[in-house]
Structure formats: structure tokens, C-alpha cells
């Protein structure tokens, strides 16, 4: 069973760099071009992981990161911020904060570590939903 990550990015460029990445290291990707339509896909599609930038229109990924954590069923799904020069998120109660642009290997690095706490079938249990979906 496939590690389904949620990515958050609102630059087009930097959305294909993270899914191609993500899917060559063997990671099923949703998208969410905004924080909204994140929420929406959160909601709807139950990711293993998300990964967001931390600098989105509409709905900044602290906002993001709160809904995650307030989500009883759900709540322990990693978060790692993608963050800019200034370093936003560091302090924010993010899993992991990545600097952004990404580096690929930094971005692997992370993804495995995180998902290596808790395997895909038990992070299916814990956030609700079923392992044969």
C-alpha cells in the first residue's frame, strides 16, 4: 500500500518538482493549489503525510496545521513546512520544516523518516481510514 502525500504549493513549478520527486521515490501525490483547497482535499482524500508551503494564499499553512491537529481521527498525520529564507515555521509545531525552494534528498529524507514512525497501514487506521481502500 502506497504513503499518500498531500502537497500544498501554489507555484506550478514547484508543484510538478514535488510530485515528480514524491512518485519517483514510490509516493502516491494529491494537490492542493491553495490552503482552502487543501482543507477540501484533507478532508475528503485522508493523506498519510501532508507537506505544505508555508507562505499560501488564502489560508496560511499554520491555519492548515491547526485543522490537522484538531482533527481527533486524524490528528497524527505528519506535517512538514516547506519555508523560505526567513525560516517560517520553524517554531510553528510543524513535524519537520524544509527550506523552499526544496532539495530533493532533504525531502525524501524527511518523508521516510516521518512515515517510519508509523507505517502506511497504521497511519490509514489512525486518521480514519480503512487499509483496503
Known sequence: ??????????????MELL???????????LCAHDGDEAVDVFRR????????KTGLPRRPARDLLALVRSDAPRRAVPVIALAGERGEGNDAGFD?????????????DAVERLCAVRPPRQLRRENGNHPDR
Not at 19 to 27: D, F, R, V
Not at 45 to 52: A, F, K
Open 96 to 108: 519537520a520544516t524544509l527550506p523552499h525552494p526544496i532539495v530533493p534528498d532533504a525531502l525524501i
Open 45 to 52: 482524500e485522508h493523506p498519510d503525510l501532508v507537506i505544505t
Open 19 to 29: 510530485m515528480y520527486t514524491l512518485q519517483a521515490a514510490g509516493y502516491d501525490t
Open 1 to 14: 500500500m502506497m504513503v499518500r502525500v498531500l502537497i500544498v504549493e501554489d507555484d506550478p513549478a514547484d
